[in-house]
């Protein structure tokens, strides 16, 4: 059975900086493309970010960029987002997410495993 705990979220002022991590296990995690999302009140899950199995591709929404960092630790079993000069806007569930495949993308159908998410809210 696969499993992937997310956590480091919370409440923080904008402008600051958190950092989420997710744990795998049952899975042979480092050939499996990894992807967090986030879900607003009211709006539909989006795609953040996708690292492959690897480390070596990324992929980002574009409003993020240059904020956010995702990144891997294959020797840990652990994906990582590091998530730097919040906006209020930014507020919502963080859901990391482990692909089928080699590279997950942006996609949500092609990512067969979910965490249970993590609350992440940025205030004004």
């Known amino acids: 059975q696969v499993q992937l705990v997310e956590s480091g979220g919370g409440l923080v002022q904008a402008g600051g900086s958190l950092r989420l991590s997710c744990a795998v296990s049952?899975?042979?995690?480092?050939?499996?493309?990894m992807g967090w999302f986030r879900q607003a009140p009211g709006k539909e899950r989006e795609f953040v970010a996708a690292?492959?199995?690897?480390?070596?591709?990324?992929s980002y929404r574009d409003s993020v960029k240059g904020r956010y960092t995702i990144s891997r630790d294959n020797a840990k079993n652990t994906v990582y987002l590091q998530m730097n000069n919040l906006k209020p806007e930014d507020t919502a569930v963080y859901y990391c997410a482990a692909s089928r495949e080699y590279i997950g993308g942006n996609s949500q159908g092609r990512y067969g495993y979910w965490g249970q998410g993590t609350q992440v809210s940025v205030s004004s």
């Open positions: 690292i492959s199995w690897d480390g070596l591709s990324t």
């Open positions: 049952g899975r042979t995690f480092r050939t499996t493309g």
